[in-house]
């Protein structure tokens, strides 16, 4: 596979990924039956399993790696950071308003980590414009 394969690819997952996220919390959200369905407790991982390895292939495919280039290291810090707020606002909120604010804050950082993807810039769309 090259890269622009590769590349489409893990863009692809990546709303895959998003996807599932804002429908799961949709379901969450609104009491749906559907989000206790098995296959909604299954699927995320594989998609999400895909989209990781599609990401490290990638990584060998250009020769760039966490935490020898900036951006990269970036959006491995912001995946974290984007897991954490997911499972608050899924599973861990205690109240309504903490799951809101758990889902637009990882929205927030998924769109900060395709920014930081964009501009190949650790900052993405928080840097100097210019």
Partial sequence: MDYADLRLLHMGLAIVSLSGFVLRWTWMFNGSRLFKHRLNRTLPHAVDTLFLASAIWLAFTINQYPFTQNWLTAKLFGLFVYIVLGSL?????????????????????????????????????????G
């Fill in 89 to 129: 606002a899924l599973k861990r909120a205690a109240t309504r308003a903490g799951q809101i604010a758990g889902f637009l804050s990882a929205i927030a950082v998924f769109a900060w980590i395709v920014s930081v993807a964009w501009f190949k810039s650790a900052w993405g769309f928080l840097g100097p414009v």
